[in-house]
């Protein structure tokens, strides 16, 4: 059974619906989360997409700690470590030198500091440890396939929202087909927009979204190498002003052989060229000669690209009546330190735990404001400042002195393992909410 759905320019037949259901609006990994754990309590869900697929764009590749946790919590991590990998950490080095070959070719340079999330000997990393690495695409088709194997999901491609009408039980979602116009109702208990930074939803609900939008823009790049060295922990970033940049693996790196990489590189402020010009081959491979070590001419083959924006923003509340906001909708943090993502997977629990609250035990809706309460929370204490400060720390230190400079190059260079726990705690205990504990007094 799934939400009720009419044709036609009325609402759903009786405003009739059936018990139980969620309208997801957005397709993303956060959506398809939901709906995967939505669907796995016995409630009923259609997702909304206004594509007609899912996206393949150069987006996140590494989870942490936490979402590891809720991913293994709903039951998908065996699968996500069959189609992924787990790395052992991350560190910043300083921008690739001449190898000494006289032929032009450049190494990796020194490390500045290191930041280990697992033993190196550890083979087996459980969930917890280590940064978990899958592309967002194949992260987001492996939710949805887990989500439709529940049966309780629905997923409509083509589909764009436009409206909401909400009623006193119930809540409606207009869609538009992008390629009839044919419009149709979804009528459901809930709605949640996971529609993304645009979000239609927080837009129609009228919801502001304050922050900023940095000056720089990011050039993000999937790219096939010959591996030539190891970085130790392969996920690394490379101080500079201007063209500051993180290089994560996107399949496991093997010294010797060729892999995929994503290399992502920032574009000075001042730089006026329009993104389509930054997208050549030309121009990546430019910035690419500064930040890539390996024997000249380098040898590489580019795939997806993209020129993205980015922000730090947070919406005013993600509930309003009977629709939520989770994810990109809800929050931007510029991607350095990988916190986007993982805080949408980790909205998407807290509120599979809220909803099942009021629909499976009849909880009031005040845990619906409990959830939004706790997410922004979380954003504005944990997620902003600490995205924030891993942008600047990458742009704004010298690759000479930052080791001594900067106080967390310099806890990190001989850190016990009581401080290196102390460091990660805010990432176990702040960052992923209980809300069943939060709402333990809400009535
Ligand atoms: C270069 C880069 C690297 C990143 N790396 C990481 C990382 O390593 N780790 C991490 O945690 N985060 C990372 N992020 C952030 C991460 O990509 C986002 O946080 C993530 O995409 C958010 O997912 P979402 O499902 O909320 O939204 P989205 O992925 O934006 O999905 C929203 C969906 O809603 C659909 N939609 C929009 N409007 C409508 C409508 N009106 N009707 C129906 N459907 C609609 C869209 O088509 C889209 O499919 C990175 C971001 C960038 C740019």
Request: with cysteine; hydrophobic share 40%.
């Amino acid at each position: 059974m799934t939400a009720t759905e009419s044709h036609g320019a009325t609402t759903a037949a009786n405003g009739a619906h059936p018990p139980k259901s969620v309208v997801i609006v957005g397709a993303g990994p956060v959506g398809m989360f939901l709906a995967l754990k939505l669907g796995k309590a016995s409630i009923d869900v259609t997702v909304v997409e206004k594509d007609a697929n899912f996206s393949d764009a150069p987006r996140a590749c590494g989870y942490y700690a936490a979402s590891a946790l809720a991913m293994h919590a709903a039951g998908v991590w065996d699968q996500i470590r069959n189609e992924g990998f787990v790395i052992k950490g991350l560190c910043w080095r300083k921008k690739p030198v001449d190898n000494g070959e006289g032929k032009g070719g450049k190494k990796l340079g020194s490390m500045i500091a290191a930041q280990p999330l697992a033993e190196l000997d550890d083979d087996v990393m459980p969930p917890g440890t280590g940064i978990l690495c899958l592309q967002q695409p194949l992260l987001t088709r492996l939710f949805a396939r887990e989500a439709l194997a529940t049966k309780h999901v629905k997923l409509l491609f083509g589909r764009e929202l436009t409206a909401i009408e909400e009623g006193e039980s119930s809540t409606t979602a207009v869609t538009r087909d992008t390629a009839t116009g044919e419009v149709r109702r979804i009528t459901a208990d809930f709605l949640v927009g996971t529609d993304g930074g645009r979000s239609t939803t927080r837009k129609l609900l009228r919801i502001p979204f304050p922050g900023h939008t940095w000056p720089e823009r990011l050039l993000a790049t999937n790219v096939t190498v010959h591996n030539t060295e190891d970085p130790l922990y392969h996920c690394y970033y490379l101080l500079d002003p201007s063209n500051f940049t993180v290089i994560t693996p996107l399949t496991d790196p093997v010294l010797g052989q060729e892999s995929l990489w994503r290399y992502t590189m920032a574009i000075d402020p001042s730089d006026p060229r329009p993104d389509e010009e930054l997208l050549r081959d030309e121009n990546i491979g430019k910035l690419y000669e500064q930040v890539m070590p390996g024997a000249r001419p380098l040898q590489y083959t580019i795939g997806a690209r993209s020129v993205y924006r980015i922000h730090q923003r947070l919406a005013s509340t993600f509930r309003r009546g009977r629709s939520l906001l989770a994810g990109d909708a809800a929050h931007l943090c510029n991607p350095f330190g990988a916190l986007g993502l993982n805080t949408g997977i980790l909205d998407a629990e807290a509120l599979t735990d809220a909803l099942i609250m009021v629909l499976h035990e009849g909880r009031s809706l005040a845990v619906l404001d409990t959830y939004s309460d706790e997410r922004r929370k979380v954003f504005q204490f944990f997620v902003d400042p600490t995205s924030t400060q891993n942008k600047l720390r990458v742009q704004n230190n010298h690759q000479d002195d930052a080791a001594t400079n900067d106080w967390y190059f310099r806890l990190l260079q001989n850190p016990t393992a009581d401080v290196l726990r102390a460091q990660a705690q805010p990432y176990f205990d702040v960052w992923r909410t209980d809300l069943r504990k939060a709402a333990e007094n809400v009535v």
